[in-house]
């Protein structure tokens, strides 16, 4: 499998642009997560899904932020208007969710490195 | 909420040492816990998941521990190799469902 891929692997944009960020999971995996990393607050997890159905969204920052999964193999997070502050890299995550709660190896894309100017 | 503390945030040691770092967890109704690699400008690569049935996990010269009573676990490297060079993270599960909590991680600097 070609692992977590995510794209574009960076982008430079203007304050006020919209932003799409997209991730193709590993094929069978069930659960989907989006993460940002920056150097003051490390990984924050943003939203996940099992399923494609959000669970949890309360890590997303404001409404501007917001993430769909419309199918099993394709996520997007948008960001609209970006700020500067949303400077940052957007990783996606995806893993088996078994029957049981014993967990599964979670899998990182490359990441989506973002400059908001 | 589970909060997750790994000290010191950066090592330095001499090619071919052992080295432990360590990382504490709040919350002990954990099912599991992970070790990450970071390489600069990189996504994060799993390198040992420790259920928590289990106390140690090994994968050739990495050895992972975990002690849920006292909130802890570490990670060992044995014979330290440039290579190893990286930023080491672990991650705990919020209990009773997927979402992981990060350290801040270990910025690890192997010396030849």
């Known amino acids: 499998d070609a692992g977590v891929i995510q794209s574009p692997r960076h982008e430079v944009t203007e304050m006020g642009q919209e932003v799409t960020l997209r991730c193709k999971p590993i094929?069978?995996?069930?659960?989907l997560f989006w993460y940002r990393q920056t150097m003051m607050r490390g990984l924050e997890l943003l939203i996940y899904?099992?399923?494609?159905?959000?669970?949890?969204d309360s890590g997303m920052p404001e409404d501007r932020f917001s993430a769909k999964m419309p199918n099993a193999s394709f996520s997007t997070l948008k960001i609209q208007p970006s700020e500067p502050r949303d400077s940052a890299v957007y990783f996606c995550?995806?893993?088996?969710?078994?029957?049981?709660?014993?967990?599964?190896?979670?899998?990182f894309g490359e990441g989506s490195w973002l400059t908001v100017v | 909420k589970q909060e997750v503390t790994q000290i010191p945030a950066a090592l330095s040691v001499p090619e071919g040492e052992n080295l432990v770092l360590n990382c504490s967890f709040t919350?002990?109704?954990?099912?599991?816990l992970q070790w990450f690699r970071q390489d600069p400008g990189k996504g994060l690569t799993s390198l040992l998941l420790?259920?928590?049935?289990?106390r140690e996990q090994t994968s050739g010269r990495l050895n992972a521990s975990l002690d849920k009573s006292s909130g802890r676990s570490t990670l060992y490297i044995a014979a330290s190799q440039p290579g190893d060079s990286a930023t080491y993270l672990c991650?705990?599960?919020?209990?009773?469902?997927?979402?992981?909590?990060f350290g801040t991680g270990t910025r690890l600097t192997i010396i030849p």
């Open positions: 995550a995806s893993f088996f969710r078994g029957s049981t709660s014993s967990g599964n190896t979670i899998y």
């Open positions: 094929s069978g995996h069930n659960s």
């Open positions: 899904f099992n399923n494609n159905v959000p669970i949890d």
């Open positions: 919350d002990s109704a954990i099912y599991n």
């Open positions: 420790i259920q928590s049935s289990q």
């Open positions: 991650a705990a599960p919020n209990f009773g469902n997927e979402k992981l909590t």
